[in-house]
């Protein structure tokens, strides 16, 4: 059996309510401002599409560590379009957000579920993840830079140095917060994108990392049907389950 550890990055980068933050000379201001720097641009996008080649550590009980690959896509157009695409030795999931219905199909036993949405990718990360508790994967490319970047909780922040990621030239980061130690990779030149992030859970003394990654488009070509959801034959509509709900044990 093994350890149930969440890998969303958003939700461990995001996490508020913890320990206070160590004194600022611990953060090397070269590496918050170019945090600062990748989420200005990163919020300048409108339409783009980003593939991640992640790979994830599980802890088994008795502590050895045993890693699964996956691939996500995304294509964004924003404010308010999203169709996210999962597909791993774990699981396949497609996300589909059209600007007023927010649906998730779980293609291996063929479910999905579709509820009304906001009208903004912002205001529909809240909605999904308080609501009904789902985290849609690499969702912080939306918040990076933002109010719910979780900036507050770096306790650690260091340049180290050149890198190369998949033949391009970026600038290599270290971070540190409660709980989990990161890494970022960030391209040099006018358009600063992640190019690959490494996280790492300090909390378990086995230390497991999720690593993405990240090959960008920034000019995509798509159709307006992409984000609408169109079901299978086969498909099985079903209802999700909202977290107030299950608190109450119903």
Known sequence: ???NIGYTIAALLLATGLSAPL???DKAPEAMNALNYMGTYLRTLKDFQVEAVVTTEDVLTDGQKVQFGSKTNILAQLPSKLRVSVEGEQKSRLFL????TFTLYARRVGYYATVPAPDTIGKLIDVVSEKYDIQIPLLDLFLW???KAGADEITSADDIGPGVVEGVTCEHYAFRQPGLDWQVWIQLGDHPLPRKLVLTTTTDEARPQHTSVLT???APSYSEDAFVFDPPADAHKIVFAEVKDASAGN
């Open 216 to 218: 960008w488009n920034l």
């Open 145 to 147: 830079g933002g109010p």
């Open 97 to 100: 957000y059209d600007g007023s």
């Open 1 to 3: 059996m093994k350890r």
């Open 23 to 25: 004194p600022a000379q």
